[in-house]
């Protein structure tokens, strides 16, 4: 779990006064050069952190006392010099190693709490230089994460020659703390991404965020790993009175992901206060149901469309209020005459999937069938069932989800894809697939043969094979190759790992 007790100030000053990595013979003459790299001694100049990290241990420990040493990446310098970034898994700490090297040769580690995207400038942890006569070096180690901050965190190794100006690094890694398995591993990337201090995601938008955080409570459910959880109340309090307060905005379907995720957190939390605000968010957009095309809610509060995202969220969530509120029966009749309306409304096509929205004159607008349309439908129809007991919802929702997992022009090679999509997209398409994978869990639950499973996970082990990089961050296209890391990809990446195990 990504907590720690602090040490004293007296571990500390333990911890910093390492013993020499090899002592000087009582002839005076200088011991042998090791065969491959020695522990740095306070006298060696290396410098402090700028900012010491106490965590299981405190920064600048003494590799020799790592209960681990675990290779994690290497990287080729000048002169055919070998550096290494070692990681100690048990302990959360890490040491940059380099052979083959010369005197004066610099070695330090970089650590970034952003997903490797910065990182503290100057800090060159652990900054040391290879003494005369030894063939290789290495520095202290250092905390990878600072759990008494909610930092997520990354290290790399960097090297200088004596005499250049060229500097190597290795690739980021980080240990198997939180990362133990493919599921963690993926959470742990995506709070990389998580700002504490905005108690959003950095490197994308206001409603994917929800998105986000609703993968980051799935995957507490699914692996058991509460380390996150903090998550949670954080961006609820810096976030409540945000954009139009309560998490709305001129758009409908912004409030109502924030409104699921708000049931997911009270699912985790029970706290009363989430479920209250979801029944907010609820009610706000039930304001803008009318009788224009025989019903249903407007996208935004400008009128103009009326789409399938919305309407399925707001299926979905007022079902699931139904579902979370004991003797609600107003929930209930919003969720089933938001279905009513949503199958006769004629955005779901000859194949069963399901079309971007509806045109001026309210017929179907043939724009694209979004992963995302096709997979909330799903989720809305299982928390139907579940309210209702009526088989007949889970009937349709199995007809709408073996249209979509079946569908070449979805599946190109068996593998989910987007509509258009290309490796380096961005924008709010790489949060689609993470929808669909998520709401098709939920019904291959509720369905007593499971039938999505083998579907599920042949799209979790295309991603995990083919679109992944060494720090578990994954890309845009699940058949691969790896593109470039974004919260939004992250967050449908764990959605589909939460679904699989």
């Known amino acids: 779990m990504l907590r720690g007790a602090v040490l004293s100030a007296l571990t500390l000053a333990a911890a910093v006064l390492v013993a020499p990595a090899a002592a000087v013979a009582s002839t005076g003459a200088p011991p042998t050069p090791p065969p491959t790299t020695a522990a740095p001694p306070p006298s060696s100049g290396a410098v402090a952190p700028m900012a010491t990290i106490c965590d299981k241990y405190c920064d600048a420990r003494d590799p020799a006392l790592a209960t681990q040493d675990r290779q994690g ?161 954080n961006t609820y309090t810096k976030n409540l009175s945000a954009q139009g307060g309560n998490f709305t905005n001129a758009y409908n379907d912004d409030t109502l992901w924030w409104g699921l995720a708000w049931v997911a957190a009270y699912d985790q939390t029970g706290d009363s206060r989430y479920l209250s605000t979801a029944r907010f968010d609820a009610d706000h957009v039930h304001s803008y149901w009318d009788g224009t095309c025989g019903g249903g809610v407007w996208w935004s509060s400008a009128k103009t469309y009326k789409n399938a995202i919305p309407n399925s969220l707001y299926i979905q969530l007022n ?102 999509e290309q490796p380096g997209g961005v924008g709010d398409g790489p949060t689609f697939k993470g929808v669909y994978a998520r709401d098709l869990s939920a019904l291959n639950a509720a369905l007593s043969d499971h039938p999505y499973t083998a579907y599920l996970k042949r799209q979790a082990d295309s991603a995990y094979t083919n679109d992944r990089n060494g720090f578990d961050q994954y890309g845009l296209v699940w058949s691969g190759p790896f593109d470039q890391s974004d919260a939004a990809r992250q967050q449908s990446a764990l959605d589909l790992l939460n679904a699989t195990g």
């Not at 080729?76 to 070692?86: E, K, V, W």
């Not at 090297?101 to 652990?126: I, M, N, Q, V």
């Not at 990337?189 to 609703?214: C, I, K, P, V």
């Not at 694209?368 to 096709?374: C, F, I, M, V």
Request: aromatic share 10%.
């Open 73 to 233: 990446v290497t990287a080729t310098a000048a002169g055919n010099r070998q550096l290494s970034l070692h990681l100690d898994d048990a302990d959360d700490m890490g040491w940059g190693a380099i052979t083959n090297s010369s005197t004066g040769d610099e070695l330090w580690l970089d650590r970034s709490f952003d997903a490797g995207r910065s990182w503290a400038s100057g800090s060159k942890l652990g900054d040391t230089k290879t003494p005369s006569g030894y063939p290789g070096w290495r520095t202290l180690m250092f905390n990878d994460d600072d759990w008494n901050n909610n930092g997520v965190g990354l290290l790399r190794a960097c090297a200088q020659p004596a005499g250049s100006t060229a500097i190597t690094c290795t690739d980021w890694r980080r240990t198997t703390w939180n990362s133990y398995d493919r599921r963690t591993a993926a959470a742990t990337a995506l709070m990389e991404d998580y700002d504490n201090g905005t108690g959003l995601f950095g490197t994308t938008g206001w409603w994917n965020s929800a998105n986000a955080l609703t993968a980051i409570i799935g995957n507490i459910r699914a692996s058991g790993m509460g380390s996150y959880t903090y998550a949670i109340a």
């Open 319 to 420: 079902a699931a209020l139904h579902n979370r509120i004991s003797g609600d029966t107003t929930y209930l009749q919003r969720a089933r005459a938001g279905w009513a309306w949503f199958r006769n409304s004629g955005m779901i096509n000859g194949q069963n999937l399901v079309n971007d929205g509806l045109t001026s004159t309210c017929v179907n607008n043939n724009q694209p069938t979004w992963t995302y349309n096709q997979g909330v439908p799903l989720a809305a129809l299982a928390e139907l069932y579940r309210a209702t007991g009526n088989g007949s919802y889970l009937d349709q929702a199995r007809t709408l989800a073996n249209a979509s997992t079946t569908s070449t022009a979805l599946n190109p090679n068996g593998i989910l894809r987007d509509p258009g």
